[in-house]
């Protein structure tokens, strides 16, 4: 008699009906639904569904997450030996399955990256359920996408403490205070950021923290050096880093854990686009943004109003295009602009956003006195102008339309009351 | 007769919880970001706030049915500026340091709100007894605020309070710093206290739902 036997599917949904109504009942169902599609039905009237659930939207971003996440646990390794190799003058040619896809590598990958990830999630995902059994409502997954982000835009030595207080700081204040996922004004995983970068800049700055170990073997006979490539020319020392340009965008390079490979990111932005989960008008405006902006400080060094001796001259004579290949400029226009919740809801609002983050970035990437990076900063800013932006759209909107109306005879045989009448509803 | 009626003693306890001046009315609050990054500037704060509401309440109480309605703003402002310049005059003679940290704000106790809004609201109003319990009050409301905020962004961002070290020495890595922990220097500025504040602010609406309001 099979059908007798309570199969795991049936045990749990008689826990569920168990627990419903008491006060750990979302805590249990965000597990249980990870698992299983409940088995409520609707009751009355016929209701239209879609596969897309907020849950499938979620791990849709983090599938195109995942090739970014390997490639930076290789990429970890990569650039801690070849660290160790330039300090000891020893020449290094990269070779992708020689000494990149290795076991090595991997390794590093896994102590220094993995545990990033575990305390993102673990952290993120405490804080989330503590909510949603205080407040009564389901845990939203909301952070799932957010947890992945964390890891992949800080440097790869951050102490795992801090990650955690920023975590913290960041589900609660970024997005439990405005009444959780959806609700938010700032994307959190960029609240995470910019809470650790002025909370503890001395681990989010700097040329050590990009290279696992860089900050242990400081001062020592066998330091390594973890400068960046925004870090060399933010002290006009363009001439010091020997990365081609195939580094810069395939993402043989230090940086942030999963920033570097451009080709990845790249990869994850077409499928993003082609699930449409992601807006392209942001993508597109944003990196169009990104090369105005280039352009014109190329342009202003081109007239020769910067001299060489300029401290900013080593980041504003970096050709326009490569701003877009190193640094988290990519990564954040892909995976952090596109934010349907904290972005502009308009599609002419999205140009104007998309716009205005790139064109933001590379500006704070120069002027920024403290960091030549900015794409975090640029991209809370717009968030916060984003409902602004949104307001003026619809504004104008409203606008043509009643012009339209205005022009446009109604009916041939309306009356000229009624026309105003007519005008004052659309209003 | 005694001293304070039921009465006198809501003038003072109001402030403190249920009509606290920054939290529920939200007044004062660009002293309470500028200046609370350390604990003793608070508290020097909040005691010369003291001293101006007080007194400020007592004066313009008592000339309360002189002051010509069409001029009383200006009458205040002679009132609170003479005021804080005493306040400004005594710190820079007896505690120049500190008179140094808190730099312009002591002038701009002048443009606090809450003075204002306590002259105009409650000294026009009622006699200099209960003007002046008024005034202590809502001072003493104010910084309580500011010295929790002071304590929590010091303590975080310095690991230290009224300038004693409390974690250890950040920089020969003893007490707490030795197991890695480092001070927080998003705690040091202005923003932070906003935050604080928010915090303040939601924890208290959410111990005593009657003060929320309705959207």
């Known amino acids: 008699m099979s059908d007798k036997r309570l199969t795991f599917k049936k045990r749990l949904h008689i826990i569920k009906h168990h627990y419903r109504g008491k006060k750990m009942a979302p805590a249990f169902n965000a597990l249980h639904t990870f698992l299983y599609t409940p088995d409520e039905t609707t009751h009355s009237g016929s209701h239209v569904r879609a596969a897309d659930d907020l849950k499938r939207t979620m791990n849709t971003v983090i599938t195109a997450l995942i090739p970014v996440l390997l490639f930076s646990m290789f990429n970890a390794g990569y650039q801690h030996y070849a660290a160790i190799d330039a300090a000891n003058g020893v020449a290094r040619e990269l070779s992708v399955f020689g000494n990149f896809l290795t076991w090595d590598n991997f390794w590093i990958g896994i102590i220094k990256v993995l545990p990033l990830v575990i305390v993102s999630y673990g952290v993120g995902l405490l804080v989330e359920f503590i909510f949603a059994v205080i407040k009564g409502h389901e845990v939203e997954e909301g952070y799932l996408v957010t947890g992945m982000l964390v890891p992949l835009i800080v440097p790869i030595d951050t102490p795992l403490w801090m990650l955690a207080v920023a975590v913290i700081f960041g589900v609660i204040i970024g997005k439990e205070v405005f009444g959780g996922t959806g609700m938010n004004i700032l994307n959190p995983a960029l609240t995470i950021r910019a809470f650790l970068f002025f909370a503890y800049p001395t681990w989010m700055s700097g040329d050590k923290v990009w290279v696992y170990e860089a900050v242990d073997r400081a001062g020592g006979p066998d330091a390594i050096s973890g400068e960046t490539i925004l870090g060399y020319l933010a002290q006009n020392n363009a001439s010091e880093y020997s990365y081609s340009l195939s580094d810069m965008f395939f993402g043989f390079i230090p940086g942030s854990v999963g920033e570097t490979s451009t080709f990845l990111i790249l990869l994850g932005g077409l499928f993003l686009i082609f699930s449409k989960i992601a807006s392209w008008r942001i993508m597109l405006s944003a990196v169009i943004g990104a090369l105005v902006m280039g352009l014109m400080f190329n342009g202003i060094v081109d007239q020769g109003w910067i001299g060489e001796t300029s401290k900013f001259y080593g980041l504003m004579s970096f050709p326009f295009w490569q701003h877009l290949i190193v640094g988290g400029l990519a990564f954040g226009i892909v995976y952090m602009a596109t934010d349907p919740v904290t972005g502009s809801q308009t599609n002419r609002g999205k140009w104007f956003y998309g716009f205005f983050i790139g064109f933001m970035s590379v500006m704070i990437r120069v002027f920024n006195p403290a960091y030549p990076e900015g794409v975090f900063l640029a991209i809370l800013l717009m968030n916060v102008f984003a409902p602004t932006i949104d307001h003026y759209v619809i504004r104008g909107n409203v606008k043509r339309r009643l012009k339209r109306m205005k022009n446009a005879n109604v009916l041939p045989t309306d009356s000229e009351g009624e026309k105003k009448k007519l005008q004052v509803e659309t209003a | ?215």
């Open chain 2, 1 to 215: 007769m005694a001293l304070l009626t039921k009465k006198d003693v809501s003038l003072i306890s109001d402030p403190l919880a249920d009509n606290n001046p920054i939290t529920i009315q939200v007044l004062g609050i660009c002293s309470a970001l500028a200046i609370t990054a350390e604990l003793k500037a608070s508290v020097v704060m909040a005691i010369a706030v003291m001293f101006v509401l007080g007194m400020g309440n007592v004066v313009i109480s008592l000339m309360r049915n002189i002051i010509p309605s069409k001029i009383r703003i200006i009458v205040q402002l002679i009132v609170v500026a003479a005021l804080v310049i005493v306040v400004d005059q005594v710190l820079k003679a007896f505690a120049y340091e500190l008179s140094k940290t808190l730099s312009v704000f002591v002038g701009l106790i002048i443009t606090n709100c809450i003075i204002m809004g306590r002259f105009e609201a409650f000294a026009l109003a009622n006699g200099p007894w209960r003007s002046f319990l008024d005034g202590i009050g809502n001072s003493l409301g104010y910084g309580l605020i500011l010295v929790i905020v002071g304590f929590f962004r010091e303590l975080l961002g310095s690991g230290t309070l009224f300038g004693f070290a409390i974690l250890g020495d950040p920089i020969t890595k003893t007490g707490l710093y030795a197991t890695g922990y480092e001070n927080n220097g998003f705690m040091i500025i202005p923003p932070a206290a906003l935050i604080v504040v928010g915090i303040i602010i939601w924890v208290q609406r959410s111990r005593t739902p009657a003060l929320i309001e309705d959207n």
